[in-house]
């Protein structure tokens, strides 16, 4: 029988050890204590089935688990926890505040530990260095612990207790490349991800660095000791949690990949260098979030001694710290290049995946390297997680990476090989891995933010996707979209471009936040009127020809009490109109209209040519029809076409060279 405290016994002794004098007794000792009164007044009851539903994966994980801790002695574990069920609707559930909730979790969470605490105390409690380990989450139902494979069972019998996932690590993903992706001058159309900041769950951010001193704006580590798994807390004195000052710096350069965060941060957003270019998002911001434990012994780390390795459990806690601050900072995405294990299907059952879906649902993508273990037909982990933006690597002939790993459900690719960025020590390095690709996407996501912030993340993927160069994998034919940020963007504005006489309806904002529309007013246009109305709050419309307004630099505005805002511009160039929606307060249900008076000054047909310089316009009062071979519009060009008449274009007529083509029809102008 194993001892607590060098005696013996079942709860009643512990029980009565913890009545006598306690000063002298560790944190572990304590925490014990504090459970055991509730503990003992609950042995002997009969344990139910859980309430939730498991899977046939899930008996299979379960049995893995206990096989693990029965050959090892014990295995650190995750436990989810049965969700709460209340009375009442979904909505009045979903509007507790976050303390309710909080308290509600704590008190299940507690439910569970005490029932554990008295299955080990009748069984000889083991020693209180395991109890060290334990991890409470904010977010996701569920605590984290090393567990025997008694445990484990005791745990899957628990009536509260829903599934048991085996804590395992995950490893990091190890010339400019950001002008294939669009970029001009350090920018995209202008845009830098000015007022977006990227969390980056990594090994932490060399914030001294010359290329990215003043960008981290908040900082957090999460890390584990345990002895038993051989790791060792980096988070500052040593704890399991810091958000303090310095908590997200790098480890000591001596322990192996203590400067991957500095990489990775350097190619989400560093500043541009006179000689390696710079990040792809250079004025966005960075949340530093320290993720990784110190590891020493060679079969975690082979002959890279000692090691950084990242517990799950770990990576879970820093995902809900970002959630924790979604109110405080415009978060466009939060980024993880790391992972370990090999899935040919979308792996759901992993635990990152409930907190990856509420940073979905608050507007922040969770983008993760797909891995380095070159493989055609898996990914790693959390990379697998259908709700995840996974991304693969590419070459710097947009070929796909040998060593990245793909799958059908890969998201996206982005280049990967020769990438030259920050490290620590305020140097640079050039480096290889899908590490380098993830990063390239999450700074990508910072700058769309900026030039559309109430876009989706469904919306912001689905445009990276459809605007994406297209790249075969020869390894398995699979084709996957590389990333062309600048194509996204116009693709992104069209969207929100507002046609002439159709209103954009519906259109909601809450208090303080900015809107952004384009009209595009065709050569002969006259008498641009542009308004809002309907719904309820107070927008106020600005307006400005061929930039994007701000408060202060603007063609037009409104402010008026209520929804009704208007501009008009009798005598309108033939350019883009940028239209800006600023909540003065909250507004929902509000309709966007643009019309204006198109007056053609021919009625002749038009034949397009095969080729244009630039970008071209074409506008009659009769038809425009395609010619028999295609047009040839530049990659930055854009071919736009209006005519109230209708628009002929042949089958498989098609722009060559990558430009773009604007269709405009307005057959009620006839």
């Not at 344990?47 to 014990?74: E, F, I, M, T």
């Not at 567990?147 to 190890?174: C, F, G, H, I, W």
């Not at 580590?221 to 000052?245: I, K, Q, R, W």
């Not at 912030?453 to 445009?463: E, F, I, N, Y």
């Amino acid at each position: 029988m194993l001892k607590l405290w060098g005696q013996s016994g079942g709860a009643w002794a512990v029980w009565a050890r913890c009545l006598g004098v306690r000063t002298g007794l560790s944190s572990a000792q304590r925490w014990v204590c504090s459970l055991l009164p509730a503990a003992v007044f609950v042995t002997g009851v009969a344990w139910a089935q859980p309430s939730g539903v498991r899977s046939a994966a899930d008996y299979q994980r379960h049995n893995s688990v206990l096989q693990a801790a029965a050959a090892k002695g014990s295995v650190p574990v995750i436990v989810e926890l049965v969700p709460q069920q209340k009375s009442g609707d979904v909505t009045a559930r979903s509007q507790q505040s976050q303390a309710v909730q909080l308290a509600e979790l704590r008190a299940i969470q507690n439910r569970v530990l005490s029932r554990l605490v008295t299955a080990r105390s009748n069984a000889g409690m083991r020693t209180p260095q395991a109890m060290a380990r334990l991890k409470q989450f904010n977010y996701f139902p569920g605590i984290a612990l090393r567990a025997s494979a008694q445990d484990v069972q005791a745990l899957l019998n628990d009536p509260e207790v829903l599934r048991v996932y085996e804590d395992v690590l995950r490893k990091p993903k190890m010339l400019d490349s950001s002008a294939r992706i669009g970029m001009v001058s350090g920018a995209f159309q202008g845009r830098t991800g000015a007022g977006q900041v990227v969390a980056v769950l990594d090994s932490g951010v060399d914030k001294t660095h010359s290329y990215l001193a003043g960008k981290v704006v908040s900082e957090a580590c999460f890390s584990t000791t345990d002895l038993l798994g051989a790791s060792t807390s980096m988070c500052p004195g040593g704890a399991s949690s810091s958000t303090a000052v310095d908590s997200g710096v790098p480890c000591s350069s001596s322990v192996f990949g203590c400067d991957h965060g500095t990489l990775v941060a350097g190619v989400v957003a560093g500043s541009t260098h006179p000689s390696y270019g710079g990040g792809v998002a250079q004025s966005a911001q960075l949340i530093s979030i320290q993720i990784y434990s110190r590891f020493d012994d060679s079969t975690s780390c082979g002959a890279s001694l000692p090691c950084t390795l990242a517990w799950t459990s770990d990576e879970v806690l820093g995902l809900e710290h970002v959630y924790s601050l979604r109110s405080t900072y415009r978060i466009a995405a939060a980024n993880l290049s790391l992972g370990g294990g090999e899935f040919s299907s979308n792996c759901d059952g992993e635990p990152e995946y409930p907190i990856v879906a509420s940073l979905r649902a608050a507007g922040i993508a969770t983008v993760v390297s797909s891995g380095n273990e070159y493989l055609s037909s898996q990914l790693a982990a959390p990379a697998c997680l259908s709700n995840v933006i996974s991304v693969g690597s590419t070459s710097d002939t947009d070929a796909v990476s040998s060593f990245s790993n793909s799958a059908a459900m890969l998201q996206l690719l982005a280049p990967g090989e020769n990438i030259t960025t920050t490290t620590v020590a305020g140097v640079y390095d050039t480096v290889d891995g899908t590490s380098f690709s993830a990063p390239m996407v999450s700074g990508a996501l910072a700058v769309l933010r900026e030039q559309h912030p109430q876009a989706s993340v469904d919306t912001l993927l689905g445009m990276l996707k459809n605007t994406g160069l297209s790249v075969v994998d020869s390894r398995n034919s699979l084709m996957k979209p590389r990333i062309r940020v600048d194509q996204a963007m116009s693709g992104l504005d069209s969207l929100t471009r507002v046609s002439n006489g159709k209103p954009l309806v519906n259109q909601s904002a809450a208090a303080g936040q900015f809107s952004y529309y384009t009209v595009v007013v065709p050569t002969g246009a006259s008498n641009l009127s542009i308004r809002t109305q309907g719904g309820t709050g107070n927008p106020t419309l600005y307006v400005r020809r061929a930039s994007r307004p701000t408060v202060s630099t603007f063609d037009c505005s409104s402010s008026n009490a209520g929804t009704s805002e208007s501009c008009s511009i009798p005598s309108p160039a033939a350019d883009t109109y940028h239209v800006m929606l600023s909540a003065a307060a909250a507004y929902s249900g509000v309709s966007l209209l643009a019309d204006f008076d198109l007056n053609c000054a021919s009625s002749s047909n038009v034949v397009l040519p095969t080729a244009i310089s630039g970008s071209a316009e074409y506008t009659t009062c009769g038809t425009i029809a395609s010619n028999t071979s295609g047009t040839a519009v530049p990659t930055t060009g854009v071919l736009q076409l209006n005519a109230p008449g209708g628009i002929r274009l042949r089958t498989g007529f098609r722009l060559n060279s990558g430009g773009r083509l604007w269709v405009r029809v307005y057959p009620e102008l006839n």
